[in-house]
T-cell receptor
Framework: DADVTQTPRNRITKTGKRIMLECSQT?????MYWYRQDPGLGLRLIYY???????NKGEISDGYSVSRQAQAKFSLSLESAIPNQTALYFC?????????????FGPGTRLTVL | AQTVTQSQPEMSVQEAETVTLSCTYD???????LFWYKQPPSRQMILVIR??????QNATENRFSVNFQKAAKSFSLKISDSQLGDAAMYFC??????????FGQGTRLTINP
């Protein structure tokens, strides 16, 4: 089984709908991250969490919210989806300690907002 | 704030040849770490190689090596003996301090048979 899973893998929705993307991990890591990937822009950080009581905004948090339900679960919500939130979304985890530690990514969620 | 720039949106190379992907970054810190990730068509992000800024020796992983120029804030990736399976998007990234990994825009690498 994959260490970092994301659901759904693909989603098409309409403008104004509320959407939740879920991430679960079995690596026992405290640090979890949400990124979005757009062509020509690379991966940009939306939110990150160092433990269940620690939530931090990334560089593009407007229009998004997150919930860290447990050490292993980190959800990203779009309260009212808009077309420019169409993108590929990645969840990632990192172990404690050194920044040198590898960051592990989920398989991504392709979100299309019509 | 850290920034990472990959100035080559696309690169191509003949199979078995060598290719170098460029990456420059900006940071005010002296202690940081640099990464290259690969994203094949499956879209899975895969760590290729990493480098600690305090180490002068360039990192090497099999056919992948880096040319780390700290003063120039440059971190290029060299792929030797290119293989068809190397075709992917490649992302350069930096992490420091608060442990947020910041990525560049990516370079799409095509391998010509």
């Amino acid at each position: 089984d994959a260490d970092v899973t994301q659901t759904p893998r693909n989603r098409i929705t309409k403008t104004g709908k509320r959407i939740m993307l879920e991430c679960s991990q079995t690596k026992g890591h405290d640090r979890m991250y949400w990124y979005r990937q757009d062509p020509g822009l690379g991966l940009r950080l939306i939110y990150y969490s160092f433990d269940v009581k620690d939530i931090n905004k990334g560089e593009i948090s407007d229009g998004y919210s997150v919930s860290r339900q447990a050490q292993a679960k980190f959800s990203l919500s779009l309260e009212s989806a808009i077309p420019n939130q169409t993108a590929l979304y990645f969840c990632a985890t990192r172990g404690n300690g050194l920044p040198y530690n590898e960051q592990f990514f989920g398989p991504g969620t392709r979100l299309t907002v019509l | 704030a850290q920034t990472v720039t990959q100035s080559q949106p696309e690169m191509s190379v003949q199979e078995a040849e060598t290719v170098t992907l460029s990456c420059t970054y900006d940071t005010s810190e002296s202690d940081y770490y640099l990464f290259w990730y690969k994203q094949p068509p499956s879209r899975q992000m895969i760590l290729v190689i990493r480098q600690e800024a305090y180490k002068q020796q360039n990192a090497t992983e099999n056919r992948f090596s880096v040319n780390f120029q700290k003063a120039a804030k440059s971190f290029s990736l060299k792929i030797s003996d290119s293989q068809l399976g190397d075709a992917a998007m490649y992302f350069c990234g930096i992490i420091q301090g608060a442990q947020k990994l910041v990525f560049g825009q990516g370079t799409r690498l095509t391998i010509n048979p």
